[in-house]
């Protein structure tokens, strides 16, 4: 079988690859999109950093490849639908990155302390300007740590040990999981008030875009200095420069800009902005641990070993698979759709099984229950090895039961989930061999396409109230091509799930919020 190295991997990981008598290795750096597509077709395995870029047009080529080895974190480099419909493999290696990621996050955390890149361009141009460099210590003070996963937990270790308090905010864990790192669990509002030094950790998602703006600018301490070495787009800069501008931040230290590399940006003019070009995982030792597990996974895929750590697929066996993978999908669906409608930390979740994927294992549902739930908050990082262990990580508890029960379906799923803040389930079956829908919503029996852009409504039961609904769609020029309703009696409380074909703005979603007689709304994306 023959593997393509396509962007510089540290030589460890090439002998992995090379050592495997299986494998004929050739390493082709700076490829064009035009020359890749010419010879990806030779290849079973590719294995790319982030300068590959796998696009539709060229996988399209890839007509032997079975896994696209990625070492990193962030697979947007890669078109998952279409390596996933051409039935390729496509892994990350998630772990790698975290030590290097913290330390550096904590460095610019030290050098935004003590003015050090400042003082030291000062006095590198022959100045002594002793006075205008006093900076801040560390003891004592509050941290705000935006997202308590691998990087973010680390770094609350280290932050702790310089006699750091340490508040946390993060939607997806338990109070008692943040104790356990002596950290309070707070609300996001909170550490903004609270906190003398903020640093993010979270993935970019539609929920953590712009989690910090002029709302959250306008909370903090006038002395706050914020630290971000997770993702550009997590602060809004526009809102960012603004603050500074009016003296509201002490400073910032940021390795991730909206816009990479951000030439011409006004925050590269402010005294009190340190800035490093997206360094977090530059160290030899990341580099190092990508390479290796990055060798060894697509090796162990290629000679039908193990599949570790793969972004698009659960490990099933080929005869599993063939009836298992549409319920796979299924599945994943229903934790997705809880996911964006239901709020709080997730502390419990029960899947139920009738029919026929009773005769299987189904340990692969569940997994993809948990990998749709997690991956709303946590984004590409959850993939079909790691779902069970985050779930585990934050205290999630996952009960898994067969039931013989004939309900309005007689294949079907039932995904409940605990917060603490309430509680949802969703029911789902196929249509045909593969179509996913969803047919209950907790009490609510209705028929709709677990598929795209949605929009979920609860609502009073009232003539005209989803007809203002259609209007406003109509006038925002958003297209309804289905919608499911759903009623307990007549007069009451309803549901209504529209399936929309463009996706619906937060600007939308507000205005739908406030016409009479909407209960909620919710935007979902399956
Ligand atoms: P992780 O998955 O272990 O942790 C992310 C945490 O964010 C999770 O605990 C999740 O629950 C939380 N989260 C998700 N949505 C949230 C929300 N709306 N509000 C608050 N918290 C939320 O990931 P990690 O390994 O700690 O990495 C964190 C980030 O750092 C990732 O975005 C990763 O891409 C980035 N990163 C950057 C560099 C760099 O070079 N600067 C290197 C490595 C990783």
Request: charged letters at 25%; hydrophobic letters at 40%.
């Amino acid at each position: 079988m023959k593997v393509l190295v396509s962007d510089k991997l540290g030589t460890k990981g090439i002998s992995i690859l090379e050592e495997c008598k299986e494998l004929v290795v050739e390493e082709k750096t700076g490829l064009s999109p035009d020359e890749l597509k010419k010879i990806i077709g030779d290849y079973d395995g590719i294995v790319i950093r982030s300068a590959t870029k796998l696009k539709a047009d060229i996988l399209e080529h890839a007509n032997k490849m079975k896994v696209i080895g990625r070492a990193g974190v962030g697979v947007d480099n890669v078109d998952l639908p279409t390596a996933t419909k051409k039935g390729i493999i496509v892994m990350n290696t998630p772990e790698g990155n975290t030590v290097s990621t913290c330390e550096h996050a904590f460095s610019m955390m030290m050098s935004l302390s003590r003015n050090i890149p400042q003082a030291h361009a000062n006095v590198k141009s022959g100045k002594w300007d002793k006075n205008k460099f006093s900076g801040q210590e560390l003891l004592g003070k509050m941290l705000g740590v935006i997202g308590f996963g691998r990087i973010g937990r680390e770094f609350a270790k280290r932050a702790q040990a310089f006699g750091m308090k340490v508040i946390a905010y993060d939607p997806f864990i338990t109070k008692e999981f943040a104790d356990q790192f002596g950290a309070e669990s707070v609300t996001l509002e909170e550490l903004c008030k609270r906190a003398d030094y903020i640093t993010l950790h979270i993935p970019l998602t539609p929920e953590t875009k712009y989690i910090l703006n002029k709302k959250m600018f306008d909370l903090m301490k006038p002395n706050v200095r914020i630290i971000n070495c997770s993702r550009g787009g997590t602060i809004c800069e526009a809102d960012l420069i603004e603050a500074l501008k009016a003296g509201k931040i002490k400073g910032v230290a940021t390795d991730v800009f909206e816009k990479e590399p951000p030439a011409g940006s006004p925050l590269l003019e402010f005294d009190n902005v340190v800035v490093t070009p997206h360094l977090g995982a530059s160290t030899p030792e990341a580099q190092e641990n990508v390479a290796i597990a990055v060798a060894e996974q697509v090796r162990d895929a290629l000679i039908g070993k193990e599949i570790r750590n793969a972004v698009n697929m659960p490990s099933l066996d080929a005869e599993s698979a063939k009836v298992l993978r549409p319920w796979v999908n299924l599945s994943e669906k229903l934790g997705a759709f809880i996911a964006q409608v239901l709020e709080g930390s997730v502390t419990k979740v029960s899947v139920q099984y009738c029919g026929v994927v009773t005769n299987y294992n189904l340990a692969p549902l569940t997994i993809a229950v948990l990998k749709g739930l997690l991956t709303v908050a946590m984004g590409d990082m959850v993939n079909f090895v790691n779902a069970p262990v985050l779930a585990k990580e934050r205290g999630i508890e996952v009960v898994e039961s067969k039931s013989s029960q004939l309900e309005d379906f007689a294949n079907h799923i039932s995904v409940i989930v605990s917060t603490d803040k309430g509680k949802c389930q969703v029911v789902g079956t196929l249509f045909g061999k593969k179509d996913p829908r969803i047919v209950k919503i907790n009490d609510y029996h209705l028929d709709a396409h677990a598929e795209g852009n949605m929009i979920y409504l609860e609502n009073e039961d009232k003539p005209g109230v989803i007809g203002d609904v259609c209007v406003l769609f109509g006038k925002k020029n958003v297209n309804i091509a289905e919608m499911a309703l759903g009623r307990i009696k007549q007069g009451g409380t309803a549901i209504t799930l529209f399936n929309v074909d463009q996706e619906v703005t937060a600007e939308v979603v507000k205005e739908i919020k406030a016409l009479s007689k909407i209960l909620s709304v919710k935007k979902v994306h399956l």
